[in-house]
């Protein structure tokens, strides 16, 4: 009879949607409301860019699409398997087969504005078949709707592998190289693009995007009839495989075990060893590093990122980074430890719970910090220096290692205990053993800040070197040393005066506010313009109103790409001023709009007549 009480499969679709939708509602509050309209809007700047690729720039298309499944494969890797807002294990109990539930989640999983906005980004595949006349225009919107299925089921296959297999350090330390080197090719690819480039490769280039997933569209509105409705019959059939293969893998993944780290061994545990104090602090942590698949996966991705970051210059013959490895090894290993505290759940409550034990915790976890991270920097610093053979190379290596060492060390601890973003405790973890339960976009600012924060303390050292070279050295281990004990004498003095607020926050999440009005709370014409704003009002202001100024004003002759230059000279100081005027009035209403809601809502009105009688 169970069967006979399930809903059917759309009823099923649609019950995922509305929970979908519900639970995106309800989080529209605050920051997350801004950072999805900000998101949204960007995203809409992009798909609109990519239907103008089709329009202005056809045979780029293919390689712009490629980005787009890119991040559909990429984006939950980068976010630590994927945010789910509806897991598979809600419905374990769900009598379904495996087949309907897919099918539903599926549905649920479209229930978003990232679907709508790739949805605009491939309606660039009838405006490209639109040069193919009307049967191109056809062919182009059914690629379109076939392609967006398939990068979404290639996403949620990605996520489902990620979360029954990542069960062991050496796949969480897998996932770590494979996050680092996609987040390296991001960012400094073009130096391997570059030195691929020639014909040979261009062509090679364009038929490894048309052969993608994300290209079969653009070879379907290309190619004649039957072969075009053959790449749609294809496509078609992947996205039957996709869901069959997502079906099996919930299938395991809700009766499998959940854990959020590698399960002791059998026998007898090793004893802790007899300390005290920092020490015995530092050997617990060292065994969270080793045992923890979270901090595995976070570190092998500082590393390779910085291994793969300076081989990708190398391939254009640009060797300078390279015996830097190592102090980028440091930067990133301290932005992936940021939230230690938060990535612990409520187990500090074994620290408030023994007297004195909050400045041996912080010492202990600075401490052990510095064994995980320390080594593997100095071997990729000295390896760097010796391989590149750059003798200059070696003062700021020397110096800059141990004071940006002493930095993370004591950023780490300082941000954990004044920065701290709750997360999941890790016995509490679902299927998904790469996610804590975190708030991603929190998560991320923090990195950032660590990553602005960490250099930062390495200036002084840096200051000397320039002055005198090896001079610096011991400036930089004086540096280390001080921003170690200070940071982590601030972070312990922290902690145990605002322990009890640190672990109600990890157990029960950030204390209610009060209505206190937000970006999110002006009317939708307002708030997409101010998102409009913040996001394009620096084109206008710097790169055409401020840097043609300067340039006018030096009397370089290069016009690049500043359209002022390329105007009469009676026109030239008006655009300019122009530019700026706009930029600035952008930015002014970006700002001035949300403090005129701030002061309008701090403001009560008056209601009725004040005065006597």
Same mark, same amino acid.
């Given at each position: 009879?169970?069967?006979?009480?399930?809903?059917?499969?759309?009823?099923?679709?649609?019950?995922?949607?509305?929970?979908?939708?519900?639970?995106?509602?309800? @989080? %529209?509050?605050?920051?997350?409301?801004?950072?999805?309209?900000? *998101? +949204?809007?960007? =995203? $809409?700047?992009? /798909?609109? &860019? #990519?239907?103008?690729?089709?329009?202005?720039?056809?045979?780029?298309?293919?390689?712009?699409?490629?980005?787009?499944?890119?991040?559909?494969?990429?984006?939950?890797?980068?976010?630590?398997?994927?945010?789910?807002?509806?897991?598979?294990?809600?419905?374990?109990?769900?009598?379904?087969?495996?087949?309907?539930?897919?099918?539903?989640?599926?549905?649920?999983?479209?229930?978003?504005?990232?679907?709508?906005?790739?949805?605009?980004?491939?309606? @660039? %595949?009838?405006?490209?078949?639109?040069?193919?006349?009307?049967? *191109? +225009?056809?062919? =182009? $919107?059914?690629? /379109?709707? &076939? #392609?967006?299925?398939?990068?979404?089921?290639?996403?949620?296959?990605?996520?489902?592998?990620?979360?029954?297999?990542?069960?062991?350090?050496?796949?969480?330390?897998?996932?770590?190289?494979?996050?680092?080197?996609?987040?390296?090719?991001?960012?400094?690819?073009?130096?391997?693009?570059?030195?691929?480039?020639?014909?040979?490769?261009?062509?090679?280039?364009?038929?490894?995007?048309?052969?993608?997933?994300?290209?079969?569209?653009?070879?379907?509105?290309?190619?004649?009839?039957?072969?075009?409705?053959?790449?749609?019959?294809?496509?078609?059939?992947?996205?039957?495989?996709?869901? #069959?293969?997502?079906?099996?893998?919930?299938?395991?993944?809700?009766?499998?075990?959940?854990?959020?780290?590698?399960?002791?061994?059998?026998?007898?545990?090793?004893?802790?060893?007899?300390?005290?104090?920092?020490?015995?602090?530092?050997?617990?942590?060292?065994?969270?590093?080793?045992?923890?698949?979270?901090?595995?996966?976070?570190?092998?991705?500082?590393?390779?990122?910085?291994?793969?970051?300076?081989?990708?210059?190398?391939?254009?013959?640009?060797?300078?980074?390279?015996?830097?490895?190592?102090?980028?090894?440091?930067?990133?290993?301290?932005?992936?430890?940021?939230?230690?505290?938060?990535?612990?759940?409520?187990?500090?409550?074994?620290?408030?719970?023994?007297?004195?034990?909050?400045?041996?915790?912080?010492?202990?976890?600075?401490?052990?910090?510095?064994?995980?991270?320390?080594?593997?920097?100095?071997?990729?610093?000295?390896?760097?220096?010796?391989?590149?053979?750059?003798?200059?190379?070696?003062?700021?290596?020397?110096?800059?290692?141990?004071?940006?060492?002493?930095?993370?060390?004591?950023?780490?601890?300082?941000?954990?205990?004044?920065?701290?973003?709750?997360?999941?405790?890790?016995?509490?973890?679902?299927?998904?053993?790469?996610?804590?339960?975190?708030?991603?976009?929190?998560?991320?600012?923090?990195?950032?800040?660590?990553?602005?924060?960490?250099?930062?303390?390495?200036?002084?050292?840096?200051?000397?070197?320039?002055?005198?070279?090896?001079?610096?050295?011991?400036?930089?281990?004086?540096?280390?040393?001080?921003?170690?004990?200070?940071?982590?004498?601030?972070?312990?003095?922290?902690?145990?005066?605002?322990?009890?607020?640190?672990?109600?926050?990890?157990?029960?999440?950030?204390?209610?506010?009060?209505?206190?009005?937000?970006?999110?709370?002006?009317?939708?014409?307002?708030?997409?313009?101010?998102?409009?704003?913040?996001?394009?009002?620096?084109?206008?202001?710097?790169?055409?109103?401020?840097?043609?100024?300067?340039?006018?004003?030096?009397?370089?002759?290069?016009?690049?790409?500043?359209?002022?230059?390329?105007?009469?000279?009676?026109?030239?100081?008006?655009?300019?001023?122009?530019?700026?005027?706009?930029?600035?009035?952008?930015?002014?209403?970006?700002?001035?709009?949300?403090?005129?809601?701030?002061?309008?809502?701090?403001?009560?009105?008056?209601?009725?007549?004040?005065?006597?009688?």
């Amino acid at each position: 009879m169970a069967h006979l009480l399930t809903p059917g499969p759309a009823a099923s679709a649609r019950h995922m949607i509305r929970m979908r939708l519900a639970i995106m509602r309800n @989080s %529209l509050r605050g920051d997350n409301a801004s950072n999805l309209y900000t *998101g +949204v809007s960007l =995203g $809409l700047i992009l /798909a609109f &860019g #990519t239907i103008a690729v089709a329009v202005l720039w056809p045979v780029h298309l293919p390689v712009v699409l490629a980005v787009w499944l890119s991040g559909w494969i990429f984006g939950p890797i980068f976010i630590g398997g994927g945010s789910e807002a509806l897991r598979p294990e809600y419905f374990s109990m769900l009598p379904a087969p495996p087949g309907r539930i897919a099918t539903a989640l599926l549905a649920g999983a479209f229930a978003g504005p990232a679907p709508a906005v790739n949805l605009v980004a491939l309606m @660039s %595949l009838p405006v490209y078949g639109w040069r193919f006349g009307p049967a *191109g +225009v056809l062919i =182009g $919107l059914a690629a /379109a709707v &076939g #392609t967006l299925v398939t990068m979404v089921m290639i996403s949620r296959v990605i996520v489902a592998l990620i979360g029954l297999f990542v069960r062991s350090r050496v796949t969480a330390a897998a996932v770590g190289v494979v996050t680092g080197t996609a987040v390296a090719l991001c960012s400094n690819g073009w130096a391997l693009v570059a030195a691929l480039g020639g014909a040979d490769t261009a062509a090679w280039s364009r038929l490894f995007v048309r052969a993608l997933p994300s290209g079969w569209g653009v070879a379907a509105v290309e190619a004649p009839w039957p072969l075009a409705l053959a790449i749609l019959a294809t496509d078609a059939a992947v996205i039957a495989l996709l869901l #069959t293969a997502w079906s099996g893998l919930l299938a395991r993944r809700v009766v499998s075990a959940a854990r959020g780290g590698v399960p002791p061994r059998r026998g007898t545990p090793r004893p802790l060893p007899m300390a005290t104090g920092a020490r015995i602090a530092a050997a617990k942590e060292l065994r969270a590093w080793w045992r923890d698949l979270v901090r595995i996966q976070l570190l092998a991705t500082a590393l390779s990122y910085a291994v793969v970051t300076p081989l990708l210059l190398v391939t254009i013959g640009a060797w300078v980074m390279v015996p830097f490895t190592g102090l980028v090894a440091i930067v990133m290993g301290a932005a992936t430890s940021a939230n230690l505290y938060g990535s612990d759940g409520t187990a500090l409550w074994l620290t408030l719970m023994t007297p004195g034990a909050e400045r041996a915790d912080v010492r202990g976890r600075q401490l052990a910090w510095l064994v995980i991270v320390g080594p593997a920097a100095l071997v990729l610093s000295l390896a760097g220096a010796l391989v590149s053979g750059l003798t200059w190379a070696w003062p700021w290596v020397l110096g800059l290692l141990p004071a940006l060492l002493g930095g993370g060390a004591g950023v780490i601890v300082l941000l954990a205990v004044t920065s701290l973003v709750p997360g999941t405790d890790p016995h509490k973890r679902g299927g998904n053993p790469l996610s804590t339960g975190a708030d991603e976009t929190a998560e991320t600012s923090l990195a950032w800040l660590v990553l602005l924060a960490v250099p930062a303390t390495a200036l002084p050292t840096a200051g000397v070197i320039l002055l005198n070279p090896w001079a610096g050295v011991a400036t930089g281990v004086l540096t280390g040393v001080l921003s170690a004990w200070g940071l982590g004498r601030i972070a312990y003095r922290r902690l145990e005066s605002h322990g009890i607020e640190l672990l109600n926050l990890m157990k029960y999440g950030p204390p209610p506010e009060p209505a206190k009005p937000t970006t999110a709370d002006l009317p939708i014409h307002h708030r997409i313009g101010v998102t409009i704003s913040y996001l394009i009002a620096w084109l206008p202001l710097f790169p055409q109103g401020l840097a043609p100024l300067v340039m006018k004003i030096l009397g370089v002759e290069e016009r690049v790409w500043f359209l002022a230059l390329y105007l009469p000279p009676i026109w030239q100081w008006p655009t300019i001023i122009f530019m700026i005027a706009i930029g600035l009035l952008m930015y002014g209403y970006a700002i001035l709009i949300p403090m005129r809601l701030s002061s309008s809502t701090s403001t009560p009105r008056r209601k009725g007549r004040v005065g006597p009688g």
